[in-house]
């Protein structure tokens, strides 16, 4: 009968089915291994050199949706005691003469990588503060290159980078601090690394790896408006007479040749502050300013008054943001900017 078969045929058929069934015995057993083993600390390494980079990038630019990433912004609303808020000039065809606020896109990945470092290392010193019992917590700071290792694999920062593009629950409520700590990296984070970095291209001020000095105003409720995240900024003496150095250094970006050729072709000019002859003389103070995007920069010493001038910036979200900054300045009227914000910090 046709169902029949002859008993070479049937031992070929068996042995098929066995060496098929030990092999998916095998594969179940490793992948519950894997479930319930921890990491090996060389699988928790990410070296930083380009070819891992390289490879990070590829493997996540294949397996996500990057549109998230580039609408990305992060925007400072930057302070100085003697002479107010920090705006940057620009002059385009399409808008004219008008005034920004300092910050700009996310770069994918490098301000993602930076971020999670940054993260890692911040989670470090709480956890060593924790650990050290009641004082002043340690300030976290980072490289602005990437060091030269990272505790998570490659596919652990991968889902991370996912999750932050991701429009989840968690990111949206970013800003949100004196509760439990962020568990991975968000928008945020890459925001804050976005602004500092635009902040240096911009003017020469330099805070890259010192981020803790950039509060999030999100728990304040200023944004984040379609994915701009905006900060505040405590501009301190120091980081303003620093910033000439950008102007002497133009070429100095960091050891990776792509970068150096690409920051090379900024041009930078060391520029005085505009001024509107309605208020008294400013300190001596120049910054080193990209042309590529700015033409000079100016001191306003009035949230409103700024708020009016960065109209034409971002679409609006500029005004908006400075004017929910005013409000909050509003609500603590005994308090200076810096003050207003001290409570906002993560």
């Keep these: 009968m046709p169902w029949l078969c002859d008993a070479p045929q049937l031992r070929r058929r068996g042995l098929a089915f066995w060496l098929f ?93 930076a971020a999670a470092h940054f993260f890692v290392e911040a989670d470090r010193a709480h956890a060593a503060q924790a650990a050290a019992g009641p004082g002043p917590a340690p300030s976290s700071s980072f490289s602005s290159s990437p060091s030269s290792s990272y505790p998570f694999s490659s596919s652990s920062f991968v889902s991370r980078l996912a ?18 700590r962020k568990k991975h990296v968000d928008e945020e984070e890459v925001a804050r690394v976005a602004a500092a970095r635009e902040l240096f291209e911009e003017t020469g001020i330099d805070v890259r790896g010192e981020l803790q000095h950039l509060v999030p105003l999100a728990a304040a409720g200023i944004g984040p408006y379609k994915a701009r995240f905006y900060f505040f900024l405590h501009l301190t003496e120091e980081m303003l007479a620093a910033a000439t150095r950008a102007a002497h250094n133009a070429e100095d970006e960091g050891d990776d040749e792509e970068k150096k050729t690409k920051h090379a072709k900024k041009e930078r000019a060391l520029l005085q502050p505009e001024s509107d002859h309605k208020q008294a003389p400013l300190l001596e103070v120049q910054l080193a300013i990209g042309l590529d995007e700015h033409t000079g920069f100016r001191f306003v010493p009035a949230v409103m008054e700024a708020a009016e001038l960065v109209a034409k ?12 900054f005013a409000d909050l300045l509003n609500k603590k009227t005994s308090l200076s900017p810096l003050q207003a914000v001290a409570g906002l910090e993560g």
Excluded at 30 to 50: G, K, T
Excluded at 313 to 324: N, W, Y
Aim: charged share 20%.
């Design 21 to 113: 069934s030990l092999v998916f015995a095998v594969a179940l057993c490793l992948l519950a291994f894997r479930a319930f083993s921890p990491a090996s600390p060389a699988s928790r390494l990410l070296a930083s050199s380009p070819s891992v980079n390289r490879r990070l990038v590829s493997e996540t630019k294949n397996t996500m949706q990057l549109g998230a990433t580039e609408k990305l912004r992060g925007f400072l609303i930057a302070w100085n005691p003697a002479r107010g808020y920090l705006l940057l000039r620009s002059e385009k065809k399409s808008k004219g003469l008008h005034y920004q606020l300092p910050g700009g896109h996310a770069e994918f990945p490098d301000d993602a990588i």
């Design 163 to 180: 999750s932050l593009l991701s429009s989840s629950e968690e990111a949206g409520t970013a800003g949100a601090r004196g509760g439990e």
């Design 313 to 324: 910036h971002s679409g609006g979200k500029s005004t908006k943001a400075l004017q929910a």
